[in-house]
Each structure stands twice: as C-alpha cells, then as structure tokens.
C-alpha cells in the first residue's frame, strides 16, 4: 500500500522555521521525482519545490527562493522541506508528491500538513 505520510506543520510566528518531512512506503523511493506543494484558502495547489529522483536538480517557486530548502534521503524513503525566515504569506497546506515517468506517468500525493504563519 503506497503511503506519503507529512510531517512537522505548525503554527509558527513570522521569521520563524519549521522542518517538514514526508515519509513514504510502497513504492520504490529512488524511481520518483518528489516535489512540495501547497494550497491556500481559496487558491489553487501551487509547486513549491521539486528534486529530482537522485537529487541532482532542485526548482523552486520565485517566492520561496532562499528560504525553503528541499531534500531527500533515500536511504530512508522520506523527503524534507526546510523552511526559514516563513511570512503569512506562506499560510498554506502542505503536501508532498511523487512522480515517475518511465516507463508510464505514475502519481501519489499525501494527504497534507497545515502551516500557519502568524502572530
């Protein structure tokens, strides 16, 4: 049974940082592409990171550039996001999403952990 479980939302004041994690199980970690989204209240699911299967290749959203961090270990099947210097303005839920294209498009996505930014 393919399992993304997230990890690590909160409420956090303004500058602050959280660390989120998505553990995952029941597929195989290494053949995936894994990327960090996120949805406001009434906005669309938007990328917020994504890295490649053997972590050579990173993109970010122009609004979280130099703040959010993306990584993963694949010994332990989990992906991170590290975010610091956080803004209201990254109020969102947060999910976690895996993709491989070969030899067909497969996806998973977890089922979301709240960020909350405020005083």
């Known amino acids: 049974q393919v399992q993304l479980v997230e990890s690590g939302g909160g409420l956090v004041q303004p500058g602050g940082s959280l660390r989120l994690s998505c553990a995952t199980s029941?597929?195989?970690?290494?053949?995936?592409?894994m990327s960090w989204y996120r949805q406001a209240p009434g906005k669309e699911r938007e990328l917020v990171a994504a890295m490649a299967r053997d972590g050579s290749v990173t993109d970010y959203a122009d609004s979280v550039k130099g703040r959010f961090t993306i990584s993963r270990d694949n010994d332990k099947n989990t992906l991170y996001l590290q975010m610091n210097s956080l803004e209201p303005e990254d109020t969102a839920v947060y999910y976690c999403?895996?993709?491989?294209?070969?030899?067909?498009?497969?996806?998973?996505w977890g089922q979301g952990t709240q960020v909350t930014v405020s005083s």
């Open positions: 029941g597929f195989t970690f290494t053949s995936y592409a």
């Open positions: 999403k895996a993709r491989r294209q070969i030899p067909f498009i497969r996806i998973y």
